[in-house]
């Protein structure tokens, strides 16, 4: 259930061009967070809460690691918070992704840019279970690039970049032709892409899951709603009912 | 100290209420806190059927504040009754219910709905919405549309009416004295002002809707000067709102003339601020020389 919790800031550094990598450390969020699910942090002199999602959990640590693109004023301010600090988050925010896959399916992760955070914490948990991971995450270039290495731990990884100076040139979905059979994916980016990839697997069981400016984050204000696909009317909210959402059941 | 206000149709054990439209129908909220903490609870607007609302980006953050432009999403008067309602009665609070339209037969028909039940203590008559294309605020900007509608709600609801006040009027004190005459029960005020921001990487309006409704503290003096304005020129209670994040806030609506208060947009920032408030007041209260909030009212006023 999500909960306002104060949460120690126990490490914020830049891993790659405009992207940090915040660990915060709390019992309770870090005992209750799934894979896809997020943090809403508050920031001094900002209104508006952030929705930030979660990339990894160390439960006996006590810690949540997030990742975050510094876009505008609210994740820079959060850029310059410093270890020791306390911040107020109201989390686990938000239904993450469902871990039910048939023993030893072959699996594959789709995550563009700042969307690739949570498919870690995903993939790590997947790949426990036994589960084959393969991996493609795309990002706008070489600088871009973050977590390679963390992803290789867990199996094959394939990496895009818009410009070529990294990986293959192009988008992810110039990739996932070639990488064979697979059960399930899992892809998480801006909806452009998710549109790309659900295109290009169709017939495919996945799970998108989808970012959207927030208000309150717990699914009062209905800011963050989504059409259902073929339903007049028919919404999800995406920060209580979502992010996650098997691919067919949103109109993207 | 004794926090309690009775106003028409809502007895109430604190002035607290939140927002419509920023505390859903309180489930999400009831997480968090007990909600018969609260003196009352206003439900988000209810139109006749459902309605999507408008597309998103639906909020964009301002200085010391929030646009947005939801567009009343809203299952639907009945379906609100059947199911939000009983929730909501579960709690010992007050309950107004926001009511919305596109036409005046519209509101009539979500007012005479309400009718049905006794869990419902008081309509709030929303004729102030900035985000939707027909009705909302068309009938919140001329005192005579407005005063038409406040009229025929009168008589086709069998519960207190109070009139939700845009300020995006060049005289509030004559729309107040116009939904007065016409037979309002209370007013609430204010509704948020019309905004706009320009993102700058796509050139365009942030807001998919283009426009959308200024909240919080950045409102809160405009909120405080109408309400000062209109307390002298009509003699039913107002509901403060605008902008309302602390206990001290409070207290300066009560002294501009405001009976109670509604709390919106920073239960967005802090789902517990409600219950935090009413927790503070007492103290503030006391720190000002005050032994209840019913001797507040309008002391600001000279």
């Not at chain 2, 006749?48 to 998103?56: D, F, I």
């Not at chain 2, 919080?216 to 709102?241: C, F, H, L, S, T």
């Amino acid at each position: 259930m999500i909960k306002k919790e104060f949460m120690e800031i126990i490490s914020n550094k830049e891993i790659a061009l405009d992207t940090f990598e915040l660990v915060l450390k709390n019992k309770y969020v870090s005992q209750a967070a799934g894979p896809g699910q997020f943090l809403h942090i508050s920031l001094p002199g900002h209104t508006l809460r952030r929705p930030i999602s979660i990339a990894s959990v160390d439960p006996d640590a006590c810690t949540v690691t997030t990742i975050f693109k510094v876009i505008g004023s609210g994740t820079k301010a959060l850029s310059f918070c410093k270890e020791g600090e306390m911040i107020d988050v109201l989390g686990p925010g938000g239904n993450g992704f469902s871990l039910e896959n048939e023993a030893g399916s072959r699996i594959l992760l789709v995550g563009g840019g700042i969307g690739v955070p949570p498919l870690y914490y995903l993939g790590k948990q997947l790949a426990a279970q036994g589960h084959k991971i393969v991996s493609v995450l795309g990002f706008q270039n070489k600088e871009s690039v973050f977590y390679e290495e963390r992803f290789k731990e867990f199996g094959e990884v394939h990496i895009a970049t818009d410009n070529g100076s990294y990986g293959t040139k192009g988008f992810v979905t110039d990739v996932i032709g070639n990488i064979g059979e697979i059960d399930r994916y899992y892809t998480v980016g801006p909806i452009p892409m998710l549109r790309a990839v659900t295109e290009k697997l169709a017939g495919t069981p996945g799970y998108i899951s989808l970012e959207e400016r927030m208000g309150c984050g717990i699914g009062a204000c209905y800011a963050c709603v989504i059409p259902l696909k073929g339903e007049e009317h028919g919404y999800r909210k995406i920060c209580s009912e979502g992010p996650v959402f098997e691919a067919n059941e949103v109109a993207l | 100290m004794d926090l309690s206000v009775k106003l028409p149709g809502l007895d109430m054990k604190n002035p607290i209420l939140p927002a419509s439209g920023c505390f859903g129908f309180g489930r999400e909220f009831s997480n968090f806190y007990d909600l018969s903490k609260l003196g009352g609870i206003t439900m988000k607007a209810a139109t006749l059927h459902a309605r999507y609302g408008n597309p998103t980006p639906r909020v964009a953050e301002t200085a010391s504040g929030m646009l947005n432009a939801i567009g009343l999403q809203n299952p639907g008067v009945a379906k609100i009754i059947q199911e939000e309602v009983p929730f909501l009665a579960q709690f010992d609070t007050k309950i107004m219910a926001n009511i919305a339209g596109s036409t005046a037969e519209e509101y009539i028909e979500v007012a005479k709905s309400f009718n049905d039940t006794d869990d419902v203590h008081a309509l709030e008559l929303n004729i102030s919405c900035p985000n939707v294309k027909e009705g909302g605020i068309q009938f919140g900007t001329d005192c005579m549309m407005a005063a038409s509608i406040t009229e025929q709600v009168k008589k086709a609801s069998r519960h207190p009416v109070y009139v939700k006040l845009s300020p995006n009027v060049s005289n509030i004190g004559e729309m107040a004295k116009a939904v007065e005459a016409a037979g309002a029960d209370g007013i609430t005020m204010i509704n948020t002002l019309t905004g706009m921001q320009i993102h700058l990487p796509s050139k365009r309006p942030l807001i998919a809707n283009k426009t959308g409704g200024l909240s919080g503290p950045a409102i809160k003096p405009v909120a405080v000067r109408m309400i000062y304005e209109v307390k002298q020129q009509v003699n039913i209670p107002i509901i403060g709102m605008g902008g309302i994040s602390t206990a001290e806030d409070v207290l300066e609506f009560l002294l501009a003339g405001a009976s109670a208060v509604a709390v919106g947009t920073a239960n967005f920032q802090n789902p517990c601020v409600c219950s935090e408030i009413i927790d503070e007041l007492p103290q503030v209260l006391e720190c000002y020389g005050f032994n209840s909030v019913q001797e507040t009212i309008g002391k600001g006023i000279q």
